[in-house]
Structures are given as C-alpha cells and as structure tokens.
C-alpha cells in the first residue's frame, strides 16, 4: 500500500513538472529555468563564462528529488553554441553555473578576436562581456547571441 502511495506522489509530481515546464518554456525559459544574466570573462583564447538562473518551483524540487544532475541538461543547453564547452560547477542553491568555452579566440599580434557569434537557446536578460583586457565592459540586454568583439593579450 504504502509503495502504490509513493508511486501516485511521483506521478502526480511528474505531471506538476511537466505542466509548468511547458508553462516555463512558452514564456521564455527553458526547462523551467530562466536565464538572468550572462558574464563573459576572456582569458586567452579561452572564455570563461558564469550564468545566472532562476529555477521555477517544480524544478527546484524535481532536482532536490532526482539530484541536480537533472538540472544539468537545461543549464548547459543554453551554452551549447560556444561549442567546445567544459561544466566547471552548478550551484542550484546560487543559481549560478561556470562554464569554459574552450578555443574560442584567434589571437592576431596583440589582439584576440571572437567572431563565431555563439547562439543561445533561450534570450539572456543581460550579457556581459569584461575582463582585465576588456576595456569597458559591454552589456548587451536581451541577448540571443555573442556579439563579436576584440580584446588585447
């Protein structure tokens, strides 16, 4: 009896995700997470780059139930487009994941250029590109993409 209960609980928690996770992605989140902010830090050829997130309720406990590796898959979808990616954390109770974006840069003489115009799945409120080479920061607000830019070495 009391596994049959276990199971109706699960059930009806599967349904609740799949619901407001359906609910999640038409109003521009992915898999019930939405993407706050985007910081894009270059260092070398490599970008080191922080995502801030908000997880809805449901996702939340679905990732406390099932481990935050089912979390995951949504985090590092939306990084996706800069390729050659490596996860170094996720913190569910920061909302917060580092990535490296591996190879990213060419470097001519004293300069370093981004030109691939990496795309993201879901808009970024804001993204943020800075750094010890960066100048002044640039802010893009409702970002789709990584716009190309130039840093020095």
């Known amino acids: 009896m009391y596994a049959l209960r276990a199971l109706a609980a699960l059930s009806a928690l599967a349904i609740l995700l799949a619901t407001s ?9 992915s898999g019930g997470v939405h993407y706050s902010k985007m910081v894009v ?16 309720f449901m996702t939340k406990v679905f990732s406390i139930l099932f481990g935050t590796g089912s979390l995951k898959p949504a985090i590092t979808d939306e990084v996706s487009g800069f390729g050659n990616i490596s996860t170094d954390s996720i913190s569910i109770q ?3 994941a580092v990535f490296t974006a591996h190879n990213q840069t060419t470097l001519s003489g004293d300069w370093y250029m981004y030109d691939h115009n990496a795309k ?4 970024v409120d804001q993204l943020e590109i800075r750094g010890r ?11 789709s993409s990584l716009p190309d830019f130039f840093y020095q070495s």
């Open 41 to 56: 830090e270059p260092t070398g050829t490599d970008l080191h780059v922080t995502l801030y997130y908000n997880a809805s």
């Open 94 to 96: 920061d909302g917060k």
């Open 133 to 143: 080479s960066i100048q002044q920061p640039i802010i893009v607000n409702n970002a």
């Open 120 to 123: 993201f799945r879901v808009p």
């Open 21 to 29: 996770t359906s609910a999640s992605a038409a109003g521009g989140e």
